[in-house]
């Protein structure tokens, strides 16, 4: 039985896209391409620049003869969870968050390869460089900027998008992990423990937090500060419904005196724009528990994709699971020092 929704036909398909194929889904749409395509460093969808040929008179910047095509995994996302995904940034786009949003061709922004039932969407080619150390004023621009996203996200619900929640971040990633016999055997029973004690003990941190859409990945490699217009939020495939602190902690994810002194001027810009509830500030350590987690199960739901067996060579080593082993360990006893 196929692992994937759309069937191992649509999956092989996706792990050999080649430039024709790239070519002719994006011609489909009408566009005149002129066969330069340029691969581009994505793990989870293959993603391209492509160059297109456009009128001298539509042309206000060498960007505007190309468009980045995102080709989505078989079987992660749903068509209403790719939906609520491109909703968001379309709604964003709307308030004047920076982000970058799907071309949409006669209302549609979603669209799927001739032959192959495999989602792909465009979206403009906007560059821009990887944010520096924090400053104060790139702290204070981020914390109004993560506010006015999160306005946004509390606007409209995602019914169809995954919540954050020990569950789904904690229980169901161990549960598939074991079921598929990921973990070396002599391994199993410390992180069955450190998991279900962290799973067990976080439950109640999240109840009465308030949940909305959020970014759900917002560290450093997906913001981008262009020139003249300052940092853009980037690549919302990992979407979620979630506290706004999984926003805010990715953007500042230290742990140190440095880190917390940097997290207050961020948030006191943010309550510039929206309110914060400081007590969710003690989600920080269970939220980066579960992404250790979740990260794990990550890479093991795609295992069959020869880009990640040759990116993720020691996953299936002994070594790379003692060390997950000692981190969750290590952050159970500092959830464990919130509770003293």
């Known amino acids: 039985m196929s692992k994937y929704i759309w069937g191992d036909s649509e999956t092989q398909f996706f792990f050999h896209l080649n430039p024709e194929a790239v070519l002719n889904a994006v011609d489909f749409l009408g566009l005149r391409t002129t066969g330069r395509v340029l691969t581009l460093n994505s793990m989870e969808n293959r993603v391209y620049e492509i160059e297109i040929e456009n009128k001298a008179s539509e042309v206000k910047s060498p960007s505007d003869n190309f468009v980045v095509a995102k080709f989505y995994r078989p079987g992660r996302w749903t068509l209403a969870q790719i939906l609520e995904e491109h909703t968001f940034l379309l709604d964003l786009v709307e308030a004047e968050v920076p982000v970058i949003a799907p071309i949409q061709f006669d209302g549609k922004t979603l669209f799927t390869t001739p032959g192959h039932e495999i989602y792909f969407t465009l979206f403009p080619k906007k560059s821009g460089r990887s944010p520096e150390e924090p400053s104060f004023d790139y702290l204070e621009i981020m914390g109004r900027q993560l506010a006015r996203m999160h306005n946004v996200g509390a606007a409209r619900q995602a019914s169809h998008r995954l919540a954050i929640s020990p569950d789904s971040?904690?229980?169901?990633?161990?549960?598939?992990?074991?079921?598929?016999?990921?973990?070396?055997?002599?391994?199993?029973?410390?992180?069955?423990?450190?998991?279900?004690?962290?799973?067990?003990?976080?439950?109640?941190?999240?109840?009465?937090?308030?949940?909305?859409?959020?970014?759900?990945?917002?560290?450093?490699?997906?913001?981008?500060?262009?020139?003249?217009?300052?940092?853009?939020?980037?690549?919302?495939?990992?979407?979620?419904?979630?506290?706004?602190?999984?926003?805010?902690?990715?953007?500042?994810?230290?742990?140190?005196?440095?880190?917390?002194?940097?997290?207050?001027?961020?948030?006191?810009?943010?309550?510039?724009?929206?309110?914060?509830?400081?007590?969710?500030?003690?989600?920080?350590?269970?939220?980066?528990?579960?992404?250790?987690?979740?990260?794990?199960?990550?890479?093991?739901?795609?295992?069959?994709?020869?880009?990640?067996?040759?990116?993720?060579?020691?996953?299936?080593?002994?070594?790379?699971?003692?060390?997950?082993?000692?981190?969750?360990?290590?952050?159970?006893?500092?959830?464990?020092?919130?509770?003293i």
């Open 169 to 339: 971040f904690g229980k169901n990633n161990l549960e598939f992990l074991l079921v598929n016999n990921f973990i070396p055997l002599h391994l199993r029973p410390r992180f069955v423990k450190v998991v279900e004690e962290i799973c067990q003990i976080i439950t109640p941190f999240f109840l009465d937090i308030s949940l909305h859409r959020i970014h759900g990945d917002c560290h450093a490699g997906n913001i981008i500060v262009r020139d003249q217009e300052g940092p853009y939020f980037i690549d919302f495939d990992d979407m979620l419904v979630g506290p706004a602190i999984q926003d805010i902690w990715l953007v500042v994810p230290g742990s140190d005196q440095e880190a917390v002194v940097n997290r207050n001027i961020l948030l006191e810009s943010y309550e510039t724009m929206r309110s914060f509830d400081y007590r969710s500030l003690r989600l920080i350590e269970p939220l980066r528990a579960l992404r250790y987690i979740h990260f794990a199960a990550w890479i093991a739901k795609r295992w069959e994709d020869p880009a990640f067996k040759n990116t993720f060579s020691h996953f299936g080593n002994d070594s790379y699971w003692e060390i997950l082993i000692s981190d969750l360990q290590y952050q159970l006893e500092k959830i464990k020092e919130q509770l």
